[in-house]
């Protein structure tokens, strides 16, 4: 028994381990795809494709129940048309008084009815003998004489009224009528008609293409004004609110947001993006005011908004202070921008900005950042051992690319870990002048 279930739990684990590998690389290909299609595509194509795919579909289904309940009125309307003429050529034999299985006669008054109804492809009488159901006249004049199969001996006897139904022949599509003949309540044979479905295959066609040709205008009508409104309403907007935001992230606060048209007093603002314009416009003005009394307190870079050299000393000295008395470790992040020197000014300082900007982003909050000489940052990472600064390192060096695609400039970012354990701390002196020691390239 036991030998039993460890085969089967070998078998199991044979099948869910490939399994198990498989469903891993469609998630890191579903998740790969996803963050690709996010980050590649425009709000407006996030907010638009969704809407027109719900169009689409929408008016998909609306064509296709008209095609739908178009299709079934056409189709009862040539069944109905099938049963009249059935009736019409059956009334005809019956006014003659035939014998049914005498056909000389017939055959004449069929040529007859052929020439009277164009829609008539074939006409044929079946009469009651004593053998069963025979073709006693027909438009095919091979069939005359011969008896009906089993099968639609047993159908056609039952018959008690008009049966229409579709039949396929020669690659070709007919209608097929078949009206009973009685002598009182004997069936005494059965007149099938068959009639031609190409007028109806011809007008469902140009029917569909009508329809495709609608939905189409539909689709284009819709999409076009989809396009504006949103463009108005949702992503222009936004468009402005990142351009804003870009500006004071560059630290450039003299930027208002225009929630759109003129309001009058007194209006209540139910627009949800209005509402948050007007709030990001005074969340700049007081961002711009607490920038303003930090720099008075001149421990701001100017430009960059990262903590001056001052400040990064005296909060080193304090740092290393602590790391002594209670034998914490301290790290720093020494960053440095290179090959710039061939820019503009206006280039050179955007990159500061951004690169102060992305160490802000990037490394914790308990991590403060400081500009410690033109083109070079140092973030503090307070009882931090030197492992932990060069893992923050790597994962510094692995994000700079985004960094270089967001400015499209060409220049390099250098970065360098610098540690010290608690029993070696260095003199504040040594530790700043260490900072202030090149970076090699091959620290980048």
């Not at 007859?112 to 027909?138: E, F, H, N, P, Q």
């Not at 280039?347 to 982003?361: M, P, S, V």
């Amino acid at each position: 028994m036991r030998m039993g279930s460890n085969r089967a739990r070998c078998v199991l684990d044979w099948i869910m381990v490939p399994l198990g590998r498989l469903w891993g690389r469609m998630r890191q290909w579903i998740t790969a795809s996803t963050s690709s299609i996010y980050y590649r595509s425009s709000l407006r194509m996030k907010i638009l494709i969704p809407i027109l795919l719900a169009g689409l579909l929408a008016t998909g289904l609306v064509s296709w129940f008209a095609f739908t309940a178009l299709h079934s009125t056409i189709t009862g309307i040539y069944e109905q048309r099938a049963r009249s003429v059935a009736a019409v050529v059956s009334k005809s034999i019956q006014q003659k008084e035939y014998i049914l299985y005498y056909s000389d006669e017939i055959n004449a008054d069929i040529n007859t009815l052929l020439k009277r109804y164009d829609s008539i492809v074939g006409i044929t009488v079946i009469g009651m003998t004593g053998r069963g159901l025979r073709i006693v006249a027909s438009t095919d004049p091979s069939t005359i004489g011969r008896l009906i199969s089993e099968d639609d001996q047993y159908q056609l006897s039952a018959i008690r009224e008009v049966q229409v139904s579709q039949v396929h022949a020669a690659k070709e599509e007919y209608l097929r009528a078949n009206y009973p003949l009685f002598t009182g309540a004997d069936l005494v044979g059965v007149v099938s008609v068959d009639m031609s479905l190409k007028e109806r295959q011809q007008y469902l066609a140009r029917l569909s293409w009508q329809l495709g040709l609608a939905f189409l205008v539909g689709f284009v009508l819709l999409a076009g004004l989809l396009y504006p409104v949103l463009q108005l309403v949702i992503t222009r907007p936004i468009f402005r609110l990142a351009n804003a935001a870009r500006n004071i992230s560059e630290r450039n606060y003299d930027v208002e947001v225009s929630p759109g048209p003129a309001r009058k007093a007194g209006i209540r603002i139910h627009d949800e993006i209005a509402r948050f314009i007007g709030v990001f416009n005074l969340m700049i003005k007081v961002i711009q005011s607490r920038e303003q009394t930090l720099s008075e307190m001149v421990v701001l870079d100017e430009l960059t908004g990262a903590y001056n050299l001052s400040h990064f000393q005296h909060v080193m000295e304090q740092e290393l202070s602590k790391g002594k008395r209670y034998e914490h470790p301290t790290s720093l992040l020494l960053v440095e921008v290179k090959e710039t020197e061939h820019l503009e000014q206006e280039d050179k300082e955007r990159i500061l900005i951004a690169t102060a900007n992305f160490l802000t982003g990037k490394l914790r909050a308990v991590d403060p950042i400081f500009r410690v000489s033109d083109n070079r940052f140092a973030a503090l990472l307070p009882e931090t051992p030197q492992a932990g600064a060069r893992v923050a390192r790597d994962r510094l060096k692995g994000q700079i690319p985004d960094l270089n695609l967001s400015l499209d400039l060409p220049f390099t970012i250098l970065v360098k870990a610098v540690g010290w354990s608690e029993q070696n701390t260095p003199q504040t002196e040594d530790a700043l002048r260490q900072a202030q020691l090149p970076l090699d390239s091959d620290q980048g």
